[in-house]
């Protein structure tokens, strides 16, 4: 419990550390809050005062009641005007703090190693720096607006209360609490109603995930009747639950209420009591029952934002762990910029593993000339991403070593290594931004005249014509409007412009029909002239006519050498080979 | 809102009691300043003690009788909300039971989910909501000004003036904030949609060492995004400033005009104090009612995209009697074109072809050229825009749904399982199957050491979307799944995909072992899979290039040959 609590502290005084930079408009909302509750509170004397003077017929004294009324009309006028700048302060305050979060965040992702981002969901992340930002700002703000003045408007009714009469002080002391545990008890009590509900509500949305997704399976066999009878039985114990936590968290505002009415007539009772002995004035009996209404409130108010607060520093929590990755190791101090690679590139007893218990490619030596065509070939799962990887330098090899044109990976920087290599992947990733912006992607500089040149090579230029607003159309995944095959054709115009000296092709079939696949294909022949390719190839073609082909499987290159050479091995390729042309 | 009151029909007596309990609770809570200012100007000033205790008792009695009845109309708002949604949940899944494929192509799946879930969940608890506060907080509102007037007249006029002025100031800021808060959620968006980008596109990011223009993207928006809401939240922090001016403007009015009226002994100490309270009670009240009614408004977009929903497709249409069969496994095409609903052109045109039971009909063409539209017309899960599709030899529009859909094994492109245990997957294809069935249609499908691999075998559980599965497992199973039936009609679409060569020919050769051959439709992208069908029958944007087999399309369709030798290379071992 109590490192849990130094933990606690510990993230409140980093979240205290973002707001640094407001320290001065915190003070200066602190100071207005104090003013506000102070003018606050003081009102129901003034209104009380008031009434002391209207006794009755004949017995009003006039101008002592203009001039309170003159000063309720101040300190309102300045309440409110406090008011005001607090919440125009604690805004400008949290939503610096949380803009200041999202954009620590933004510059994690984008230093984190890959292997972070390849081992942790994207929702997750993006829940932490969208959702969990969000319930920090929320909380921060409640705290600000309601903390302070809760706790100060507490104490400070208090003090008014004791200064009018002091039994009737206690009694509301005494009394008003239970209206808080009343309200604590109901909403321990509910708590495992709400679990339950929760719990039946997910099981049926997985069930509507399920089915309404497939429903055209479950029409294609006629199950529409079991689907809904199984929907019928969950949405029954669904809305059991639901009741019941419905209406027994909807005991929690009444049963306060109630209790505040108690305190309200005992404060009533013992006022007119007192002022039947004289001891109190009609005045304060009124100031005291509007204290008693108002008393109660920032319990609730107070007993809220803790809630608020405790989520808002689990959340906070959240993102400092992942503001507190370690980022990928900066390049060291004096790389080598490389400037348009040859394309030789060795690699000397590679070894490398995802996790260090399973190791995934051992001892692995290959040496690539300047223009050489490699494929890979295998089967899925063999680690033929694991290459590219490595040779992106995504992933540092775990022993050996892998160069491009002499220099080991790791003294190049990482930057100029990228820039030699162009790759087109299977997952086509485009940005949101005109389809000519993606295609300047790998040369920003380029005209336009170079844009469409490369779009033709790609056969893209043609579909991108017919959209409605040309290379200028905004890809959104909303508007939807690409099919994955020219998506894929864009991610290849990408690299036809940028072409740099060393390639890298997962030939994706997936997506293209194999008639223009085939047309682009000799877009990809002229491309690699010259240029050291890696192709993860699943064409014939493509494999026979490769300088080398490296034949994968579990992780490892198990045979290399050209199409005959394996061929006549008479191993994994031959049998790979043969399969494809069974009867 | 209006269309989906039909689903509370059965809760009436619930939704007229919740609201007429709350009313009562107000009613007993708008009597308590009049029972203080009774104990200020009777009790007080008489010195009567018993009559202030008396007072007293009153008042507990008031708590009590209110809590009582609050607990009456809280039982009765939720059970009527909650008796509502699950006839309305009820509904919906029913309806989507009714969809047809054109209809879930136009409405979408997320679409359905989300009415499904997050808007009924609101439509109840905006239901609720109503029941209980929609009455009760203009009562008081208007009760309290009721009572003011009762005690005197000048006085409240004090509280006509202030209570439209504190209305519009309520309602005018919750309005002029509601389209502002849309923006800044649209704006979050945004930055959340450029998140998103950068967490998954993050290796093409770096392969084109675009991080710190990546950075610099976000930071804009990101500003963009403060600078919204900081302008609306100037705006809402108007609210509690003006209404406290607002309402201590009128104590200040009232305490005026009642101590001029008090001087006069028109109005009593004890009076004036009620006023007073009475005017606390409203402002209260109209927060409330302000965010109940930004509640009520989410809530009625809710319900009218439900309402949408329900009236959306849906085929009412009775289903012909089922008519005499003369012939099985056969199927004609006759001039057949279909327009998917809101599509421009045809996704196929004029397709004639016919197969015998027992046939196997090949079909292939590129991306989008209409193989899958083609087989889908078959158990009808669309209708032709023309012409017309024989089935067992009668018009597929006079054959029941049901009765056709019965006879015809689908594999789908995705394999889809569901979750629960293998057994009960295959089931779907036949309620009634034999272990017998079973082991021959997983021997049949290649899954027989899918289900031999698993430790319980048939009895392994399967999780949602069959994620625990290996696609080509998947695929095998979904497979069977068509064959338990012992359809006439078997299709597989682009079903073989995620297998490799070898299993694809195993299955191939299986299928045509099946005693009582099913009429298969073939759709592939590969000519090795259909090569030895009987047809083939090849589409080119949505027309029938040519039909006929390997050998035939091979010497004479330009299209047919493209394909093939993009995938075997003249010369190489394919041929």
């Known amino acids: ?583 | 809102m209006k269309r989906l009151l039909c689903y509370l029909r059965d809760y009436r007596k619930e939704a007229i009691c919740a609201p007429v309990f709350k009313i009562l609770e107000a009613s007993f809570e708008l009597c308590v300043p009049l029972v203080v200012a009774a104990m200020i100007d009777n009790g007080i000033p008489n010195a009567d003690r018993p009559y202030l205790w008396k007072m007293c008792l009153i008042m507990v009695l008031l708590g009590v009788v209110g809590l009582t009845s609050t607990l009456f109309a809280q039982f009765f708002a939720a059970k009527a909300a909650t008796g509502f949604s699950a006839k309305l949940r009820h509904a919906m899944m029913a309806h989507i039971q009714k969809l047809s494929y054109t209809d879930l192509d136009r409405i979408g799946t997320s679409t359905l989910i989300t009415r499904m879930t997050s808007d009924v969940n609101q439509v109840q608890n905006g239901v609720n909501l109503a029941l209980r506060l929609l009455l009760r907080s203009p009562f008081i509102v208007f009760g309290a000004m009721i009572m003011a007037f009762t005690v005197d007249v000048k006085c409240a006029l004090v509280f006509a003036a202030a209570i439209p002025l504190l209305s519009i100031v309520v309602f005018g800021i919750m309005l002029l904030t509601i389209p502002l808060y849309r923006k800044v959620q649209s704006q979050l968006d945004t930055v959340t949609d450029l998140t998103r980008e950068n967490l998954t596109g993050f290796r093409v990011i770096r392969a084109f060492r675009k991080e710190a223009d990546e950075i610099k993207r976000f930071c804009v928006q990101n500003e963009i995004l403060m600078k919204m809401q900081n302008r609306v939240g100037s705006i809402s922090a108007l609210m509690n400033p003006l209404t406290y001016v607002i309402l201590n403007g009128a104590v200040i009015a009232l305490l005026y005009i009642g101590a001029l009226r008090v001087d006069s002994g028109i109005l009593s100490q004890g009076q004036v104090v009620a006023l007073y309270n009475y005017l606390s009670q409203i402002l209260v009240e109209l927060i409330k009612l302000a965010s109940l009614i930004i509640t009520l408004t989410k809530t009625a977009a809710c319900a009218n995209r439900i309402a949408d929903m329900l009236e959306t497709g849906g085929c009412t249409e009775t289903e012909p009697d089922m008519p005499e069969l003369s012939e099985k496994g056969t199927v004609v095409f006759e001039n057949v074109s279909l327009t998917y609903e809101g599509a421009g052109d045809a996704s196929l045109t004029g397709i004639s072809f016919s197969a015998k039971q027992g046939d196997v009909i090949g079909i292939i063409g590129g991306t989008g050229a209409g193989k899958s539209s083609l087989v889908n017309l078959i158990p009808r899960f669309y209708e032709p825009t023309s012409g017309t599709i024989r089935i067992n030899g009668i018009d597929s529009r006079q054959f029941p749904k049901t009765e056709l859909r019965a006879r015809i094994g689908v594999v789908p492109q995705r394999a889809v399982l569901f979750k629960g245990t293998i057994r009960e997957n295959l089931r779907w294809g036949n309620e009634h199957a034999t272990d017998a069935d079973f082991s021959e249609a997983l021997r049949i499908a290649q899954a027989a050491d899918v289900v031999a691999s698993k430790p319980l075998g048939l009895e392994e559980p399967i999780s949602e979307n069959g994620s625990n599965l290996s696609g080509g497992q998947r695929q095998r199973l979904t497979i069977a799944r068509a064959l338990i039936r012992k359809p006439e009609i078997l299709i597989l679409d682009d079903s073989a995909s995620a297998l490799d060569y070898a299993t694809d020919a195993a299955l191939r050769k299986a299928l045509r072992s099946i005693p009582d051959q099913p009429t298969v439709f073939l759709v592939s992208q590969r000519t090795a899979s259909i090569r030895f069908a009987d047809q083939i029958l090849v589409l080119d944007d949505g027309e029938l290039a040519d039909i006929g087999t390997h050998d035939e399309l091979l010497a004479r369709c330009p299209i047919y040959q493209e394909i093939h030798y993009s995938q075997f290379p003249k010369g190489g071992a394919g041929n």
Request: with cysteine; proline share 3%.
């Open chain 1, 1 to 583: 419990m109590s490192t849990k609590l130094s933990d606690r502290m510990h993230t409140f005084s980093r979240l205290l550390k973002l707001l640094k930079g407001s320290k001065k408009w915190m003070l200066l909302s602190l100071l207005l809050s104090l003013a506000a509750v102070a003018l606050t509170l003081y009102l129901p004397i003034l209104v009380g005062d008031a009434i002391d003077f209207m006794i009755a017929a004949g017995q009003v004294d006039m101008p002592s009641i203009v001039r309170i009324l003159i000063l309720i009309g101040v300190s309102v006028c300045i309440t409110a005007l406090s008011q005001w700048l607090i919440g125009i302060l604690s805004n400008k305050i949290t939503y610096a703090a949380v803009a200041d979060i999202r954009e620590r965040a933004i510059r994690k992702i984008e230093a984190l190693p890959v292997s972070y981002l390849d081992s942790h969901a994207s929702g997750d992340i993006l829940s932490r720096v969208i959702a969990d930002a969000d319930t920090v700002a929320d909380g921060l703000l409640l705290g600000f607006t309601q903390f302070f003045t809760g706790i100060m408007t507490i104490l400070g009714t208090l003090l008014f209360m004791l200064s009018i009469h002091i039994p009737i002080t206690l009694l509301v002391v005494v009394m008003t609490p239970l209206s808080f545990f009343v309200a604590k008890f109901i909403v321990s009590k509910t708590y495992h109603l709400f679990q339950k509900q929760g719990d039946t509500r997910a099981e049926q949305t997985a069930f509507l995930n399920e089915t309404i997704t497939n429903q055209r399976v479950v029409q294609a066999f006629g199950h529409e009747d079991e689907v809904l009878e199984t929907f019928d039985d969950m949405n029954a114990r669904l809305t059991e639950c639901t009741l019941k936590a419905t209406f027994f968290s909807s005991l929690t505002n009444p049963s306060t209420r109630f209790v505040n009415a108690l305190v309200y007539a005992a404060v009533g009772i013992t006022g007119a009591l007192a002022a039947v002995s004289g001891n109190i004035s009609i005045g304060g009996l009124s100031c005291f029952l509007s204290y008693a209404n108002q008393y109660t409130k920032p319990f609730h108010e107070i007993s809220g934002v803790m809630t608020e607060l405790q989520n808002a520093m689990a959340y906070a929590d959240r993102i400092f762990r992942f503001l507190d990755q370690p980022e990928r190791p900066a390049d060291i101090p004096d790389a080598r910029v490389l400037e348009d690679a040859d394309g030789n590139v060795c690699f000397e007893d590679v070894s490398f593993s995802y996790v260090p218990e399973r190791p995934l490619i051992t001892d692995c030596n290959l040496r690539i000339l300047p223009g050489q065509r490699v494929a890979i070939v295998g089967p899925t799962g063999c680690g033929k991403t694991t290459l590219m990887n490595l040779l992106m330098r995504f992933y540092d090899v775990t022993d050996g070593s892998i160069s491009v044109d002499g220099s080991d990976l790791r003294e190049i920087t990482r930057d100029s290594l990228r820039k030699n290599f162009g790759m087109v992947l299977q997952e086509t990733w485009l940005s949101g931004a005109s389809i000519r912006d993606n295609i300047r992607m790998g040369k920003p500089d380029a005209s336009e005249e170079e844009v469409i040149a490369a779009a033709k090579a790609a056969h893209a230029h043609s579909f991108i014509r017919r959209l409605p607003q040309g290379y200028d159309t905004v890809i959104s995944d909303k508007t939807g409007g690409l099919s994955q095959g020219q998506r894929q054709l864009l991610c290849i115009a990408r690299l036809m412009l940028a072409l740099p000296p060393m390639l890298i092709l997962d030939e994706a079939t997936s997506s293209i029909d194999t008639r223009t696949e085939q047309k682009i294909q000799s877009a990809f022949q002229t491309m690699m002239q010259g240029r050291t390719s890696f192709i993860v190839a699943h064409r014939l073609s493509t494999i026979q006519q490769a300088d080398l082909i490296l034949v994968m499987n579990n992780g490892n290159i198990i045979e290399q050498g050209n199409h005959d050479t394996l061929i006549a091995q008479n191993g994994f390729y031959a049998k790979l080979f043969q399969s494809q042309f069974a009867p």
